[in-house]
């Protein structure tokens, strides 16, 4: 583009008078190469020289210069100080609570190599985390603990895994059924034998059985004189799991956990 007459003075004029002094010489080859760039880009030059020029959205910038990417976060490693109980059956389904810091919500927990199974129950926290044990043959094995981000610990020789009647299920045991049903349970073995047993919702209902169950590798397995059945096997040496069906207590069939009492 190109300007003729009044307006090319008055740009001629603009030039004369910027604010930044300008050299003879250097007006000189201002005005020389005016006919070849032509006059609005020698006056914006000007322009912006003498007295800045701010972006515009008109007129075509160039990309910015990517930023330094961020450093990578570092990885969460766990730090388990305990694990109980450090003994279950090697049937599995012990729950076992592991107690230390680090613990990141998804963090998992592999008995040998083989992942332990969510314990619903029992809710996690940054510092206690629950795990049901996975079956496993007879033995003591290490434990991993691994965050999501690949952070991980491991526990060399951190739960052994016994046969079932290596425990004592002598004594007595009260707990409640899973997931959130809330029906009591609670049963007496004497000389491995099942002696009592009760259940309760609203109120305290017993078993009656005129046939006394015997314990047979760490389990037991009770009808009673009315059809209801109540059966479960030691996991470890402080829990014992197992299911029943008692309609005077809940009319469907339940899966429970109990612990010891007392012996």
Excluded at 118 to 128: I, K, L, M
Excluded at 222 to 239: H, K, M, Q, R, Y
């Amino acid at each position: 583009m190109r300007f003729t007459g009044q307006s090319a003075s008055r740009i001629l004029e603009t030039i004369r008078s910027a604010r930044v002094p300008l050299a003879g010489d250097q007006r000189s080859r201002i005005f020389g190469r005016v006919s070849t760039l032509g006059w609005v880009t020698v006056v914006l030059g000007l322009t912006c020289a003498t007295s800045g020029c701010s972006q515009s959205s008109g007129l075509p910038t160039a990309p910015s210069s990517p930023g330094t990417p961020s450093s990578p976060r570092p990885t969460v490693a766990p730090q388990a100080t305990a694990v109980l109980p450090h003994a279950g059956s090697a049937e599995g389904g012990s729950i076992v609570q592991i107690t230390g810091t680090g613990f990141v919500p998804g963090m998992i927990v592999t008995f040998d190599g083989i992942k332990g199974m969510a314990a619903a129950d029992y809710p996690p926290s940054s510092t206690t985390f629950y795990t049901k044990t996975p079956a496993h043959a007879v033995g003591t094995v290490d434990l991993i603990l691994t965050n999501p981000d690949g952070g991980s610990q491991r526990l060399a020789a951190a739960y052994d895994y016994r046969l079932e009647d290596a425990f004592d299920i002598n004594g007595r045991w009260v707990g409640f059924s899973d997931h959130g049903t809330d029906t009591a349970v609670e049963f007496v073995i004497r000389d491995n034998t099942l002696v009592s047993a009760s259940c309760a919702y609203d109120v305290v209902t017993p078993f009656t059985f005129s046939n006394l169950p015997r314990v047979q590798n760490g389990g037991f397995s009770l009808i009673a004189d009315d059809g209801a059945t109540l059966s479960g096997n030691i996991v470890s040496a402080s829990e014992v799991v197992g299911t029943m069906y008692f309609p005077a207590c809940n009319n469907v069939r339940l899966t429970w956990r109990v612990h010891r009492e007392s012996n």
